[in-house]
């Protein structure tokens, strides 16, 4: 590769990362608190590519001042040819420009297990009717806590659309840990007025009071709780979909 | 919103293509790549709609932005190293004898907060600076593992089990020194033949400076690329059912998730995250998981191959796996 193009490919980069940071598409695939690192290593490379640029443009007029330079920048020139693997960085470039896939949805929540783990505590429930509580906090609290500190309040939840194998839908949120290659699902199973057509992937509000039933996660066998609905309203995707 | 853009980039190359073209060949090659991308817009759309394939694109593109930052970090240390740290410091604050200089090394992976990504090329500044390969090695397979941040990480994903911050602790520490000390015993130093790389002595530090981070991006952002398109390929074909199968035999399932880190190539800020979702694994196994993942998977096979030639890393990879995984079973029989 040449050094022209491998200018080219740094910028692309860099301009693609500072791109995604600033208009949120970065929330697809990790965590907010990575922008700032995101930034910086997006000026990081496009000072590179510059740089490249630079360093080229001035060489030349260096080397007929002095040919011995010259001979000793070119002796690095000739073994410059980067590997053909550098093409590769273009892939991520083209994917992010072209099409920005979309955050995990049904898809993958249906493949892997639900990531319930025990919460460190159940804090009493602020005030508010319906009170909003993220899938996570409900289905913690369904599960370990037995829903002793849901009260019988009137709870609101938000999420899309997984259908497990015998159709049954899960209300679902991915969480994040780190990036979206290790995004795990927690589900909560709807029972009560549960719309008769649900789509994979539509986002749903769910407002509802808990529900004794229970289910396993066919996938690995994790605890499902369930929310008995009182009415389901579709919704947009929210902005950040992950959960935590 | 997206493909706004891609369509003017194309068409602005395209109208200074001609004159480029017997210059510069690789040029020529992208813009003919973003103009068939651009024209065949509508099939290329329809068959990346598909379900597994968003999926694919979503983990690869995640992995990558991910690592990115790390890897531009490991990257700038890793040019300061080789232009502005003279090599006469290393040789005053490493022990002279190979034997000593390991430990130390291992130990001072503490200080690189950072991921695999960021340890590969400073491993491999490390070396051209003439420190001794076998405590630059131990370097390379701790500094991702024990430093404050990811053992910060593994106690907030095990809140239950505290012991496991010091399980990993402990048996990443003693695999990368014995992996150094065995390299100083066995290794032979023709297995190292790092690919050519372009001199950077003669040009100001300027220039070197950004010779090598501009080399360094190309070469080890390549392999990152294709270990990011190895793990999203993995996530998105092998169903998670399987994993169970695995989990009921003590000895199969560390076996197991020791392979799974190699496949899964997942940061080393982020596994814990992941290991403690795998509950239906014993503590051990999920110790060997934690233990293989950041010294060996697929990402930094194809990077510390590209660093030091694939000579080294044919033989490197395997021992360490196996060392990883023995290390694991007999520190988690003695800790958790």
Not at chain 1, 197 to 224: C, F, H, M, R
Request: hydrophobic share 50%; proline share 8%.
């Amino acid at each position: 590769m040449k050094r022209q193009a491998q200018a080219v490919v740094l910028f692309l980069i860099g301009g693609t990362v500072i791109r995604a940071s600033f208009t949120d598409l970065y929330l697809r695939y990790v965590k907010a608190g990575l922008r700032p690192f995101l930034l910086v290593a997006g000026v990081v490379l496009i000072t590179a590519a510059v740089a490249t640029v630079w360093y080229e443009v001035r060489r030349p007029r260096e080397g007929a001042a002095n040919r011995s330079a010259s001979e000793h920048g070119d002796s690095g020139g000739h073994t410059h040819h980067e590997p053909r693997i550098a093409w590769f960085l273009a892939l991520p470039v083209l994917a992010l420009i072209l099409v920005a896939p979309p955050p995990p949805g049904s898809y993958s929540a249906g493949r892997t297990g639900t990531a319930l783990q025990r919460p460190p505590g159940f804090p009493t429930l602020p005030a508010g009717d319906p009170l909003r509580l993220s899938v996570l906090d409900y289905a913690g609290r369904a599960v370990f806590d037995h829903g002793r500190s849901l009260d019988d309040r009137k709870i609101k939840l938000t999420g899309f659309i997984t259908l497990g194998d015998s159709g049954a839908p899960y209300l679902s949120r991915m969480s994040l840990n780190c990036c979206a290659a290790d995004a795990q699902p927690v589900k909560v199973g709807l029972s009560g007025r549960v719309p008769p057509t649900l789509q994979p992937d539509a986002w749903l509000e769910i407002t509802g009071t808990y529900s004794k039933k229970k289910a396993k996660d066919p996938v690995n066998d994790g605890a499902i709780p369930f929310i008995d609905v009182s009415r389901a309203r579709p919704v947009k995707a929210p902005h950040n979909q992950y959960e935590n | 919103m997206p493909t706004t853009e891609a369509p003017p980039r194309a068409g602005d190359r395209e109208a200074d293509g001609p004159q480029g073209r017997q210059a510069n060949s690789s040029l020529v090659l992208m813009i003919a790549l973003l103009l068939l991308v651009a024209v065949f817009q509508t099939p290329i759309r329809r068959a990346l709609s598909l379900p597994l394939m968003q999926n694919w694109m979503t983990v690869f593109v995640a992995v990558f932005i991910q690592a990115l930052p790390f890897l531009v970090l490991g990257v700038l240390l890793s040019a300061l190293i080789a232009v502005f740290v003279p090599p006469s410091f290393f040789a005053r604050a490493l022990p002279k004898r190979p034997t000593l200089a390991v430990p130390v090394a291992g130990m001072a992976g503490v200080v690189l907060p950072g991921c695999e990504c960021a340890s590969v090329p400073v491993a491999g500044a490390l070396v051209r600076r003439g420190v001794t390969p076998a405590a630059a090695f131990a370097f390379l397979l701790s500094a991702p593992a024990i430093n404050p941040i990811v053992l910060t990480a593994t106690a907030v994903a095990f809140p239950d089990d505290p012991q496991m911050v010091l399980a990993r602790f402990v048996a990443s520490l003693v695999v990368a020194c014995a992996m150094g000390w065995l390299w100083h015993r066995l290794g032979r130093s023709d297995w190292l033949r790092p690919p050519a790389r372009p001199s950077f002595e003669g040009l100001g530090k300027g220039a070197a400076f950004w010779g090598s981070v501009r080399h360094d991006v190309m070469h080890a952002g390549g392999f990152l690329v294709v270990g990011a398109m190895a793990a999203a390929t993995l996530k998105a074909v092998v169903p998670e059912s399987w994993l169970r199968l695995a989990a009921d035999n003590p000895v199969v399932s560390i076996l197991v998730l020791g392979i799974l880190a190699v496949l899964l190539s997942i940061c080393s800020e982020a596994d814990a995250f992941v290991a403690a979702s795998l509950t239906q694994f014993s503590l051990t196994a999920r110790l060997a998981f934690l233990v293989v993942g950041p010294m060996i998977d697929l990402k930094l096979f194809a990077m510390q191959a590209a660093t030091f030639g694939r000579g080294f890393a044919l033989r490197f990879a395997p021992v360490t796996f196996a060392l990883a995984v023995l290390t694991s079973a007999l520190v988690g029989a003695v800790l958790l």
